[in-house]
């Protein structure tokens, strides 16, 4: 019988304007991405980039979920998911603006 683990699957407040991974799926794992947070935490408006990444690609427009999304200044944003991972597969964020956006995903990891 699976076990399931429901979690924090990642947290990142990325320092810059790079591509950082939020969670990458273990190994002999299916995860549910059910919800992912994103929350400013300036007085300013930032964007923002959100992307799954199959186990073995490269990041590339096509495994955008949010390109350029924006969330206003001292303000959060919940985005709900319900997205299937297999083995390998990757989350990967970046703060456009960079600093001060921080990044929290919730989920089931399914082993």
């Given amino acids: 019988m699976p076990t399931m683990r429901y979690k924090i699957l990642g947290q ?24 992912l947070s994103i929350c400013n935490l300036s007085a300013v408006n930032k964007t923002y980039n959100v992307a799954a990444v199959p186990s073995g690609e490269t990041i590339n427009l096509k495994h955008m979920i949010a390109s350029n999304a924006a969330v206003a200044a001292f303000d959060s944003i919940a985005l709900t998911i319900g997205m299937a991972l297999g083995a390998n597969d990757t989350i990967v964020v970046a703060a456009i603006d960079a600093n001060n956006v921080a990044f929290t995903i919730f989920g089931t990891e399914i082993t």
Avoid: W
Wanted: with cysteine.
């Fill in 12 to 35: 990142s407040c990325p320092a810059n304007t790079a591509n950082v991974t939020l969670y990458n799926v273990p190994a002999s794992t299916n995860t549910i991405i059910s919800t």
